[in-house]
């Protein structure tokens, strides 16, 4: 299909999405009118929304984009319950976060695009960028949130500004920067299985031009399930401690030069993801009768172990009617992580297994990395004077290599049989500038434009000698690509603008080296286009605020993994096309000055389009629904499954309501509920790996005093205590892991 013909499908997609947003414009006037109309009084306002999605510092009603923006109170509400960057997951329109290796290697989703590969060297189609500088590697993006000013996640291809992978988004994570004021804070938290976390930040008194900004997170939790096998090599499991260390010194003599260094680290030790074995009853999506999340069956060893270490300068040169940035980052991190990969102890029988703990064979493994180091250097310049005209560009440098080792042991004795080492080399450059115009006073233009170089070098070693060299053991990539966008904004009154985006975005070859049970596998480049239209608007005096838009993409040669099915392996394949389309939105209001809303959802609907595109079946005990491809008993067409761990529906709700004393202080009560729908967990479907639908609810209560300096709370996460199986390991039995029980605690901040 010709890209016309592309365009031309897309229109009824977003015409049919965009209908809905336009529901909500029908009674926009009337508000704006009787805000406009009624008369003046003192009364609470939303405060204004202030954003870094487009790399200036801009109102959010005034950037052509999808942005969601978690900061304050309820950033520090989501992350009460010692969870690692998985809690924001449903918590803004069409995020969906999840990870088979728990703390260490997130795995991010917008708008249902996303990656579910668990090699270390997987790349994934939403960049996570943490204090300007990009976080490549799956392991990095799990860097604890802590002293954060605000984190932002914008939906769509961000391809012109960002580097490296942004074809389905960027989650952006801002911490708060030194200054001179004398200023900090403590928050300590106490919880049911000995969860503990602490955190803390102050500005640090300097002379003359510097100041300086101390940053630390301590979290702690206890083992708290039980291994159930007297034999067994793990007792307790799912406990950690996870500790992390931010320091900032900015340097600035001057309002013309600023120098920002930031310096930070994280050690984590604790358990790997706990793999339970037949949890899932055959023929069904429900955990076996009688489940506990409290006991697993595991005879091998569990174990989880991180350090990272990371430093960045950010200089700024105030030159008149330009301003020069230059960013250089380093990053370093090691992982390992060991884990009982089929979940059991009880092994051979009849599939499908019915008892917990059932095993068609051991699988024992670890991974782990050597030698990594990211290096990455941009250089910005944008216009400083005002006018109609605004503009900005740079370079961009990226440089990673590192070394991946997979190991397998021997269930007897526990020592690694064997390993296989996969290098892996990545340097990128891209050139890119962007453009905002006003052509009149309500409407402006935006566009911008990328070129990117990026190369990859993979070569693999093995102590065994069964590895499987069927397709070589070394690649070189090497991919060229300009990408583009451009939008427009309509000021349709004061309070409302309405806007429309077309962008590109690009994700450069994978390699996946090889292994026992699989060859190597390449899959080329995926190229995404999308469109997008929006509404946003202050109305109701200012008590209210909306964001909406509609969306269609569709990406060409999509890259996908295989995970598991006949082996302990991934294959990385292409599919032809996928398409996504829908609607999303966000609402704020203040109905009473004592009470806050806030109301977000999304509807993403998402397809492989691919009909020359299929797998085997399950490692067996699952019940395949896809049809069996023509003339095969073995393989099953995917053309027309929906992606991977893309959930159709999001929506979060958060409520706040205030009960103020007579002496200034104030106690309140803030509950806040995220909802995502069933997810299918691998490329094809099958009964018992369609994971059912989530909804997880918080409460808290608090009382504040002392002009706000102390707050002291209670806080329960998970309040329903609803268990749901989050993942599943494919190839040797109906394996799957689950999400974090209920838990409750108390809390106490102190700012000074």
Known sequence: ????????????????????????????????????????????????????????????????????????????????????????????????????????????????????????????????????????????????????????????????????????????????????????????????????????AANVPLTGDWAARISAQIQHRDDWVKNQVPTGKTGEMEGYDDRALRVQALYQPHKDFSALFNFHGRDLKGSARVFRASIIKPGTNDLVDGFDPEKSYTDGVNEQTLHATGGSARLRWGLGQINLYSITGYESVRPFSRGDVDGGYLYGGTKPFTQEGQAGFPAESSSSMSGHRQITQEFRVESATPGPLRWQGGLYFF????????????????????????????????????????????????????????????????????????????????????????????????????????????????????????????ATPENVTSYEVGVKSDFWDRRARLSASAFTYTVKDLQLTAVGGQS??????????????????????????????TLGGSLNNTKIKDPSLSLPACG??????????????????????????????????????????????EFYIYTDWAYRSKVNFFLYEAKEFTGKALTEGGLRGGYIWNNGKYEAAIFVRNITNQIRITGAIDFNNNTGFINDPRTYGVQFKAIF
């Open 1 to 200: 299909m010709n890209r016309f013909a592309t365009q031309r499908a897309a229109v009824p997609a977003l015409r049919e999405a965009a209908a809905a947003v336009s529901l909500a414009l029908l009674a926009w006037p009337a508000l704006a009118q009787d805000a406009t109309d009624a008369p003046a009084k003192e009364k609470g306002q939303l405060e204004t929304v202030t954003i870094t999605a487009e790399r200036r510092v801009e109102n959010i009603k005034e950037v052509p984009n999808a942005v969601s923006k978690i900061s304050g109170e309820k950033l520090d509400v989501l992350n009460s319950g010692g969870q690692d960057v998985r809690f924001l997951s449903g918590r803004v329109p069409s995020l969906n976060i999840e990870s088979s290796f728990g703390r260490a290697f997130p795995r991010f989703y917008i708008r249902g695009y996303g990656n579910t590969d668990f090699r270390l060297n997987a790349s994934q189609p939403v960049s996570l960028v943490y204090d300007d500088v990009v976080q490549e590697n799956p392991i990095l993006k799990g860097f604890p949130a802590f002293d954060l000013a605000a984190v932002e996640v914008v939906a769509g291809p961000q391809g012109t500004l960002y580097g490296r992978n942004t074809p389905a988004g960027v989650v952006k994570f801002d911490s708060v920067k030194p200054s001179q004021r004398q200023e900090g804070y403590l928050n300590v938290s106490y919880g049911n299985y000995g969860t503990m976390s602490l955190e803390g």
């Open 399 to 522: 440089d990673e290599r590192y070394t991946a080792r997979s190991t397998d042991y021997t269930t007897s004795t526990g020592l690694a049989a064997g390993y296989v080492d996969t290098y892996q080399k990545n340097t990128a450059w891209a050139a890119f500038g962007s453009v905002n115009y006003a052509v009149t006073q309500d409407f402006s233009l935006r566009g911008g434009l990328r070129y990117t170089h990026d190369k990859k070098d993979v070569n693999v070693s093995s102590s065994y000698t069964d590895l499987n060299t069927s397709t070589g053991v070394s690649a070189n990539t090497a991919d060229k690509k300009w990408n583009w966008d451009v939008s427009g904004t309509y000021a349709l009154t004061k309070e409302t603008n309405l806007y429309a985006r077309v962008a590109t975005g690009f994700r450069a070859s994978s390699v996946q080296g090889a292994s026992r049970f699989a060859g190597q596998s390449q």
């Open 568 to 597: 302990n392996a991934n294959r990385l394949l292409n599919a032809k096309k996928a398409t996504g389309n829908g609607v999303e939105l966000n609402l704020e209001l203040l109905p009473v000055d004592q009470l806050l809303i």
């Open 620 to 665: 067996g005990g699952c019940t395949m629904t896809d049809p069996l491809v023509a003339g095969s008993t073995t393989n099953y067409s995917i053309d027309g499954n929906p992606l991977p761990n893309a959930p159709k529906w999001v929506a979060n709700l958060t409520a706040r309501y205030a009960f103020p004393t007579a002496a200034g202080n």
